[in-house]
């Protein structure tokens, strides 16, 4: 059958099948269920019209319309594919993918124009109670799997409507995990693990799409079953493995503009639901301010990230972010809250064979001269060897004291300054 009366059948089957199908059938009902019962009514539909299609066109017309009624269509099946992590539209003829770690384009033509593309960010973000139009033009919204998404439209998209979905990996990272993908090396592992479990603040900086969040995740491994977790997040993509947690998620504005709860505000609450640990996913503006200060009043072993190009950069940004709050702070005195509260920097970055790597380990120590005083423990080097190797600088960090004061033993051999190949056993696996 020509491809263009192929095309035909798929549209006239989509119509039927919107026509026949009532959504409340669909309640309380399972996405694979969905499924099933939408791909028996278009095959009853087939055999009413008369349809005789060859096996292999009569799968790919049934699973496309059933992608289009139930999933979101032309993209469906690269959300499926286990090897992409992130699905980019740049337009109607321009879709990229990152499949691991490196960035490919979509050879084939996905979508049949723009009405297509804003017909799967409907798809999204209807359920959602949000909208995307001329007057609300972009949106941050979450699968029902945890995937990140963004949309933006025309007149900020010149190209046409843009959606980019972050996926969200069912089965969260390992300690092992890292390590058996070249994140970093054991005695960082180490290191991290000691001071996650002696109640370190660590904020784990880097560019978009670096690993923070994972990381981040697996730093949560080595809190204590005992303690209270209280996690905060613009969108929701934190899944911890953990006995006591409670997860808020930043709500925004519904369309009539009202409704919206900020991260600032969840970071507000969090301090009166007596947390042992508050994660904040990313920080982006004045909730730093408080998380800073959450830091400094006996919440010790806070975790975050933020978007910084290196481990000073991430103090200054903190800094910058905290003076966007309402509170009107001498800068001097903000500083010195960001130098007293972050105990390690953990910067990440992403190399160009698409690997995510702990770039630096610093850790801040004090004020001097006014400015923070920033020490790299350990460190990356992309020109050892053919991949890169991570080493320790020789710098034993004052953290490592308060570790031991706290029960974490025999950290010294973790500083010797040379390649991190060796490790302690037992040390980093006790998560």
């Not at 808020?248 to 009202?258: Q, S, T, Y």
């Amino acid at each position: 059958m020509r491809s263009d009366a192929l095309a035909d059948v798929r549209r006239g089957l989509h119509e039927r099948l919107l026509r026949r199908i009532d959504a409340e059938q669909f309640e309380g009902i399972s996405r694979a269920e969905r499924r099933l019962r939408v791909r028996e009514e278009a095959l009853a539909i087939l055999r009413e019209q008369g349809h005789i299609l060859p096996q292999s066109a009569l799968t790919r017309v049934v699973n496309e319309v059933s992608d289009a009624v139930v999933g979101l269509g032309p993209i469906e099946f690269l959300l499926k594919d286990p090897d992409v992590t992130e699905v980019m539209v740049n337009g109607p003829d321009d879709v990229y993918v990152e499949r691991k770690g490196r960035l490919e384009r979509v050879e084939e033509r996905l979508f049949e124009g723009e009405e297509t593309v804003l017909h799967v960010i409907e798809r999204i973000v209807a359920p959602l109670g949000l909208r995307v139009d001329e007057s609300s033009p972009w949106v941050d919204a979450r699968l029902t799997n945890g995937s990140r998404v963004h949309a933006i439209i025309p007149p900020l998209s010149l190209r046409g409507p843009a959606l980019n979905i972050r996926k969200f990996s069912p089965v969260p990272f390992t300690p092992r995990d890292l390590l058996a993908h070249g994140t970093l090396g054991p005695r960082m592992l180490a290191f991290l693990g000691a001071s996650v479990r002696g109640r370190a603040n660590i904020v784990v900086s880097g560019g978009t799409s670096s690993g923070k969040t994972t990381l981040l995740g697996v730093l949560s491994s080595f809190v204590p079953d005992d303690e209270r977790l209280v996690t905060i997040e613009d969108a929701a993509e934190l899944r911890l493995a953990k006995p006591h947690v409670v997860a808020l998620e930043a709500r925004p504005p519904n369309v009539e503009g009202k409704g919206e709860v900020t991260v600032r505000d969840l970071v507000r609450n969090a301090l009166r639901m007596r947390p042992d640990r508050i994660i904040v996913g990313e920080v982006r503006g004045g909730e730093a301010l408080d998380m800073l200060q959450a830091m400094n009043t006996g919440h010790d072993g806070s975790l975050s990230t933020a978007h910084a190009n290196s481990a000073r950069h991430a103090l200054w940004r903190l800094e910058t972010m905290a003076l966007m709050s309402d509170v009107d702070l001498p800068v001097a005195h903000v500083r010195a809250q960001v130098a007293a509260a972050v105990d390690l920097v953990v910067q990440m970055a992403r190399l160009r064979d698409g690997r995510r790597v702990v770039y630096e380990i610093a850790s801040v120590e004090g004020l001097r001269d006014g400015d923070p005083v920033v020490r790299t423990v350990f460190a990356f080097r992309p020109r050892f060897g053919p991949a890169g190797a991570f080493v320790a600088t020789g710098e034993v960090p004052r953290l490592a004291e308060v570790l031991a004061e706290r029960g974490e033993e025999a950290l010294d051999e973790l500083f010797a300054p040379g390649s991190d190949f060796g490790g302690v056993p037992g040390l980093w696996g006790r998560a």
